[in-house]
């Protein structure tokens, strides 16, 4: 009985030790960081440094899951402005007709409807690239640059295929300027990315090679030629 207890007791006494042990032993999950740098350079040749910019990753897996939800939201939104604008350009051409100088305001109106609609429809662009950095987001696989317009994205250490995304927007005057930016990254092959006003992510050009529905082409009207 008293071999026992002093087994009992010894064992006891190591088992904090090999509780340590084998927590030491566990494998350590690495990652591979990715320096980031967002800035957008004015007309003028100013460089200005985007702070507070969220930059998520993908999983090529998860992305491509989530691009029929992607495709749902262009084609929905996509056909309903290009019927607004369809709808405005009518208004527009029909009370061309019978201008008179009580219907120039409503005349005025209308116009700007049309302006907003068009901008409604471009700003689908963004809309696109929020959608999916709010699902990056949700799963925690989001870091933010600071006030130098930098980050490190840590990514997993693995031979695979991860998609980048950032998205932020700037006051300019009266006007909203909207950027966005997709990469698609092997972080075995890529240690540095810039996103710039010189390679914002363009849907209406660049869609197709990630799979994403194209934003519905606009017809040529006169109208639109401002």
Known sequence: ????????????????????????????????EIEIKIFITTRGGESIKLGNVPVV?????DFKANVPN????????????KRKIAADIECLRTAQSTLNGTAMAEYAQ???????DVAEYYDLRFEINQF?????????HVDYTDAEGSTSLKLP??????????????????TTEKYYWLERVNPTATTKLQFSNNNLWNPNTQAAAFGIQLLPTLPDYPELRW
Do not use: H, W
């Open 1 to 32: 009985m008293k071999t026992a207890n002093r087994l009992l007791s010894i064992f006891i006494c190591l088992l904090p030790f090999c509780l340590l042990a084998i927590a030491g032993c566990k494998p350590q999950t690495s990652s591979r």
């Open 57 to 61: 990753y993908y999983y090529e897996s």
């Open 70 to 81: 992607v495709n749902g939201l262009v084609s929905r939104n996509g056909e309903r402005c």
């Open 110 to 116: 209308m116009k700007e409807s049309l302006r907003q």
């Open 132 to 140: 999916l950095m709010k699902g990056a987001i949700e799963n925690g």
């Open 157 to 174: 250490d693995k031979p695979a295929t991860f998609y980048v995304l950032a998205s932020t927007e700037r006051q300019v005057g009266s």
